[in-house]
Every structure is written in structure tokens, then in C-alpha cells.
């Protein structure tokens, strides 16, 4: 649910990090739930040092026998 404290967060990330709006708005959602990782191709989430960037590549290795 995207309330005024997510929209607040995702500002301040689109300023910060220069995220494009809606990567702003998972980056402020995920914070706010206390997600330890972003898995996505999309390199932009890159530039955040918390929740962690994993790529589908590294997130699939960590299953893998």
C-alpha cells in the first residue's frame, strides 16, 4: 500500500540515488517492511547499500547444488 510515508522515502531516494520513480517506490516499500534484498535485473538498485541488491543471476546461485 503506497501511503505518504512511502511517497516521502521514495523522494528522497529519486533526489539521492537518482532512482526513476517506481524503482523509488519499491526501494521506499521494501525499506519500510524491512527487506534485507531487492532481487532484480535492474541495475539502478545497485547504487543502495540497504535492503542489498542481488542480481537474478547471484540470487539463483545461492540455490543452486
Given at each position: 500500500?503506497?501511503?505518504?510515508?512511502?511517497l516521502s522515502d521514495a523522494l528522497k531516494a529519486i533526489k539521492s540515488y537518482k532512482?526513476?520513480?517506481?524503482?523509488?517506490?519499491?526501494?521506499a516499500?521494501?525499506?519500510i517492511h524491512?527487506?534485507?534484498?531487492i532481487v532484480s535485473d535492474d541495475?539502478?538498485?545497485?547504487?543502495?547499500?540497504?535492503?542489498?541488491w542481488?542480481?537474478?543471476q547471484a540470487f539463483t546461485k545461492k540455490f543452486q547444488a
Open positions: 500500500d503506497v501511503n505518504s510515508i512511502v532512482l526513476a520513480p517506481r524503482d523509488a517506490t519499491h526501494f516499500t521494501a525499506k524491512n527487506v534485507s534484498a541495475k539502478d538498485f545497485s547504487k543502495l547499500k540497504t535492503p542489498k542481488l542480481s537474478l
